[in-house]
């Protein structure tokens, strides 16, 4: 058995399809399918249930799985360890992140990175659910590390480093009967209509979160995947939103009140997988954003 064959059968099964993993190993399609074909044979067994849409894991393909990510993260330990030693970090950083994170200057972290290990390629991806999408692709290590929100205790499987929080602010329309005042209570919010993100989302989690605990209905009635564009939903009257400060700094067309009686946090947490240690790349990135909000400018 081989590693590059592994490799493969990683691949196909988290892409369900040949040719996108192959895309994906930068490989032709007759490669990957050589590659895996010989493995079954190797194994005794079928590990993948092929048909013209996308190819499933048979029972022993899905028995492989976490073997195979286990024994590629092992190898890939290996190389860092080796690296190392020789003086330079390499190989493949991959880094799971939220489609807006104010709380930390994500480009300028990850440029001075890439400064310090020029030789580690880094790959960054959002998940359309959110901080939850990000997690599920952690626990199967298809990442290394993300950003995420995660208000309450860590999912199973995941270990959080906590960093930073914002608060979660009230937005109404300008000519809105509560546009006059600087506060609002929770309660007085009881069956109105919302702006919000999806379920999975930090900022979704920690208002479903606070409207349970305070007992009050709410309806959330506009889906917005970018919360940059909350606002401008509030300002046309299609609802009201909790948004991230960071988010409302000269917003026009709207009011803006605190809410009281609720735990409006939103947290911004670095997660890493729980089962295997984090290998160079990994911890060298770690070690940089401790010290950026040890010592923020």
Same mark, same amino acid.
């Given at each position: 058995?081989?590693?590059?064959?592994?490799?493969?059968?990683?691949?196909?099964?988290?892409?369900?399809?040949?040719?996108?993993? !192959?895309?994906? #190993?930068?490989?032709?399609?007759?490669?990957?399918?050589?590659?895996?074909?010989?493995?079954?044979?190797? *194994?005794?067994?079928?590990?993948?249930? +092929?048909?013209?849409?996308?190819? #499933?894991?048979?029972? &022993?393909?899905?028995?492989?799985?976490?073997? &195979?990510?286990?024994?590629?993260?092992?190898? /890939?330990?290996? @190389?860092?360890?080796?690296?190392?030693?020789?003086?330079?970090?390499?190989?493949?950083? /991959? %880094?799971?992140?939220?489609?807006? %994170?104010?709380?930390?200057?994500?480009?300028?972290? *990850?440029?001075?990175?890439?400064?310090?290990?020029?030789?580690?390629?880094?790959?960054?991806?959002? $998940?359309?659910?959110?901080?939850?999408?990000?997690?599920?692709?952690?626990?199967?290590? @298809?990442?290394?590390?993300?950003?995420?929100?995660?208000?309450?205790?860590?999912?199973?499987?995941?270990?959080? %480093?906590?960093?930073?929080?914002?608060?979660?602010?009230?937005?109404?329309?300008?000519?809105?009967?509560? $546009?006059?005042?600087?506060?609002?209570?929770?309660?007085? #919010?009881?069956?109105?209509?919302?702006?919000?993100?999806?379920?999975?989302?930090?900022?979704?989690?920690?208002?479903?979160? &606070?409207? !349970?605990?305070?007992?009050?209905?709410?309806?959330?009635?506009?889906? %917005?995947?970018?919360?940059?564009?909350?606002?401008?939903?509030?300002?046309?009257?299609?609802?009201?939103? *909790?948004?991230?400060?960071?988010? *409302?700094?000269? !917003?026009?067309?709207?009011?803006?009140?605190?809410?009281?009686?609720?735990?409006? /946090?939103?947290?911004?947490? #670095?997660?890493?997988?729980?089962? +295997?240690?984090?290998?160079? !790349?990994? +911890?060298?990135?770690?070690?940089?954003?401790?010290?950026?909000?040890?010592?923020?400018?």
């Amino acid at each position: 058995m081989e590693l590059r064959q592994l490799e493969y059968f990683v691949a196909v099964a988290e892409e369900q399809h040949f040719s996108r993993a !192959a895309t994906r #190993l930068h490989v032709v399609q007759s490669a990957v399918s050589a590659a895996i074909k010989s493995l079954e044979r190797e *194994l005794g067994a079928q590990l993948l249930d +092929r048909n013209a849409k996308r190819v #499933l894991l048979t029972d &022993a393909g899905t028995a492989l799985l976490p073997r &195979a990510r286990i024994a590629l993260d092992a190898a /890939r330990d290996a @190389r860092d360890a080796v690296d190392e030693v020789r003086g330079g970090l390499r190989g493949t950083l /991959r %880094i799971g992140v939220l489609t807006s %994170i104010r709380l930390l200057d994500l480009p300028e972290l *990850l440029g001075e990175y890439h400064r310090r290990h020029p030789g580690v390629l880094l790959q960054t991806s959002a $998940a359309p659910s959110g901080s939850a999408g990000l997690v599920d692709r952690l626990t199967d290590h @298809r990442l290394d590390l993300a950003f995420v929100s995660l208000p309450g205790p860590p999912p199973p499987g995941v270990r959080l %480093i906590d960093l930073a929080s914002g608060q979660l602010d009230l937005v109404v329309p300008a000519d809105h009967p509560l $546009a006059g005042r600087g506060s609002v209570a929770i309660t007085e #919010l009881d069956g109105m209509d919302f702006i919000d993100s999806p379920v999975g989302f930090g900022n979704r989690a920690v208002a479903d979160r &606070a409207f !349970a605990e305070a007992g009050v209905r709410r309806r959330v009635t506009i889906e %917005i995947s970018d919360i940059g564009t909350g606002t401008g939903f509030a300002e046309h009257g299609l609802g009201i939103a *909790l948004l991230p400060r960071f988010v *409302l700094q000269g !917003a026009t067309g709207v009011a803006i009140l605190e809410v009281t009686g609720a735990d409006l /946090r939103w947290p911004l947490s #670095l997660a890493i997988p729980a089962d +295997r240690a984090p290998g160079a !790349a990994t +911890r060298a990135l770690i070690a940089l954003v401790r010290a950026v909000f040890r010592n923020p400018e």
